[in-house]
Structure formats: C-alpha cells, structure tokens
T-cell receptor, first 109, second 115 residues
Framework: GQNIDQPTEMTATEGAIVQINCTYQ??????LFWYQQHAGEAPTFLSY??LDGLEEKGRFSSFLSRSKGYSYLLLKELQMKDSASYLC??????????WGAGTKLIIKP | ETGVTQTPRHLVMGMTNKKSLKCEQH?????MYWYKQSAKKPLELMFV???????ENNSVPSRFSPECPNSSHLFLHLHTLQPEDSALYLC??????????????FGPGTRLTVT
C-alpha cells in the first residue's frame, strides 16, 4: 500500500529552527509537496521537490532524497504565525496526490 | 485570497436532509477536486474532474454525488448522510498538463456536521 509518515505534533520556540520530516512509500514518484494549513483555513502550497536536494525559499527550505523516500521541511527564524499544520504529499505514478496526516507545529514564545 | 471559493462555510444537517456544497475557481484551471478532511487523518480524495469529466471516484458512497457543469464550478450533492460524514470538505483546483501534476489550490472548506 501507499503510505506517508510524518510526526503528529512538534513544539518549537520563537526564533529557533525546526525540521519536519516526511517519509513515504508510494507506487511511483512524480514529486513531493509541502502545504501549510492554519486552523480553520485552506491548505496553501509551500514547496515542490522532484529532484534530490535542497530547495530554499526565504525562511523555508525543503529537502528530498528519492533513494531514501525521505523529505524534510526546514523552518528558520520561527515566528508565532508559523503555528500551523504542515502537510506532506507525494504524487504517485498515476499523478494522484497521496497525503500524510499532517504535523501540527506549536510555536512558543 | 486563494482564488477558490466555497459555500457555505458551515453546514449543519440532519440525516434525512438534502444539501449541496458549491465550489468556484477563478484561476482558469482545468482540474477540480473534492477532498474530505477528518481530524488527525490524511486528506481523502473523493472525486476528480479533469476538463469537466470525472476521472476519479475513490469508492465514495453514493450518498455523495458530484456535479461539474463547467471547468470553473463544482458541486457536491449530499443526501441521507451519516454522522461519520461530519468533516471538513475541501475543494481544490489545479492546471493539469502533459506529464501531469502541478500544485493544487484549495478553497477554505465547508465544515459539515451531520446530526
């Protein structure tokens, strides 16, 4: 079966760095997405990785290792507004998105 | 503003009621999706429409009936729902092309409670 694993919840301190991991087992691979979802709001696109390596976008970076079935989202200089759920999703060989259950990130002052 | 709107934002309905959820995308995309989001569970893909044609129906019970009259509008008709159908229903759109997959843009969702 297809499976995406990510931690249920993480806590970090304002101004710090946090890494949210995602491991996957899917039928084929056509890219990995990270989304941010604030409570009661729509998921919003953060990043897309299809090749191995690190993609940096401001305070957020996303890393992919296809051979290990592994990705992480790195958030730097954490702000209170970064408190949200972070969803990892993999596009399989049928171009369907397989979603993880999301990681709830709590930022403390 | 994500360019995808959904109405209503909240809906409470009894098990014998019939209601419809509406989604509209203003992004010129050619694919639209319905998802169910339950607490602490992965997003569940329900239906996919590509160029107004339904391409996916992930074993969704017949009490959920989608309708896509054009590439900008998507409906989810609900009837005789069960309490376990209470969830957040999200609509999304994307631009599908050769080689597939681009990011999906989500609406704010409809919080559905079945009593």
């Amino acid at each position: 079966g297809q499976n995406i694993d990510q931690p249920t919840e993480m806590t970090a301190t304002e101004g710090a760095i946090v890494q949210i991991n995602c491991t996957y087992q899917t039928s084929g691979f056509n890219g990995l997405f990270w989304y941010q979802q604030h409570a009661g709001e729509a998921p919003t696109f953060l990043s897309y990785n299809v090749l191995d390596g690190l993609e940096e976008k401001g305070r957020f970076s996303s890393f992919l290792s296809r051979s290990k079935g592994y990705s992480y989202l790195l958030l730097k200089e954490l702000q209170m507004k970064d408190s949200a759920s972070y969803l990892c999703a993999v596009m399989d060989s049928n171009y369907q998105l397989i979603w993880g259950a999301g990681t709830k990130l709590i930022i403390k002052p | 503003e994500t360019g995808v709107t959904q109405t209503p934002r909240h809906l409470v309905m009894g098990m014998t009621n019939k209601k419809s959820l509406k989604c509209e995308q203003h992004l010129g995309h050619n694919a639209m999706y319905w998802y169910k989001q339950s607490a602490k569970k992965p997003l569940e893909l329900m239906f996919v429409y590509n160029f107004k044609e339904q391409t996916e129906n992930n074993s969704v019970p017949s009490r959920f009936s989608p309708e896509c009259p054009n590439s900008s509008h998507l409906f989810l008709h609900l009837h005789t729902l069960q309490p376990e159908d209470s969830a957040l229903y999200l609509c999304a759109s994307s631009q599908e092309g050769l080689g597939g997959g681009y990011e999906q843009y989500f609406g704010p969702g409809t919080r559905l409670t079945v009593t």
